[in-house]
Structure formats: structure tokens, C-alpha cells
């Protein structure tokens, strides 16, 4: 499938994305590229084969108890900072 400028164009607006003339061609073949895979996957039988709607569509979610697993190792953490002052890691100024 091949398509014409003026959707190229279009389709470019709703993306959002400033193209010139000449990146509209370059994107206008990916594009045609893009629905041509698409075109060969729509080849495939999929005769029988039950609509998937998830990896797994029989899994479900086991509820756990909900309680606070990290917490209270601050001086682990700070250890790995390249600079600290008391509790607090200090980084560089970036404004002035």
C-alpha cells in the first residue's frame, strides 16, 4: 500500500512532528514500508485461534499484605553518594 502526500502530510500534523518537504518523501516510503508488513501479516490464518487479550489471560493478581519491606537503612544508601553532609546527599550548584 502506498501513500499519497496529503496523508503523509496529515498523518505528520497529528503526530505532531515538523517535516519539510523532503523528509514528507523519506517518511511517506517508511510509512508505505510499515503497511506493507502489515499487509503480509494480514496474509497469516488465523482460523481458530482465540483473540488474545494479555500474556496470560487465566492470571490472577494474589493479594499480599501490604506492609513497608525497605526503609531505616539510610547509611547504606548514603554510602554510595560520591559527596554527603549529615543525612542529605549534596550535589553541584546549577544555579546561581
Known amino acids: 500500500m502506498s501513500l499519497d502526500l496529503a496523508t503523509t502530510r496529515r498523518i505528520a500534523k497529528l503526530a505532531r512532528i515538523g517535516l519539510d518537504d523532503q ?3 523519506a517518511v511517506r516510503a517508511q510509512l508505505g514500508g510499515i503497511l506493507g508488513w ?3 501479516l ?3 490464518d488465523v ?4 483473540p488474545m487479550i494479555g500474556t496470560s489471560t487465566n492470571a490472577a493478581l494474589l493479594p499480599r499484605e501490604d506492609a513497608v519491606t525497605d526503609g531505616d537503612c539510610q547509611d547504606k544508601v548514603l554510602s554510595n553518594a560520591p559527596d554527603r553532609e549529615g543525612p542529605f546527599f549534596t550535589v553541584p550548584k546549577v544555579v546561581e
Open 23 to 25: 523528509e514528507i518523501e
Open 38 to 40: 502489515i499487509e503480509i
Open 42 to 44: 494480514d496474509e497469516v
Open 47 to 50: 482460523e481458530g485461534v482465540p
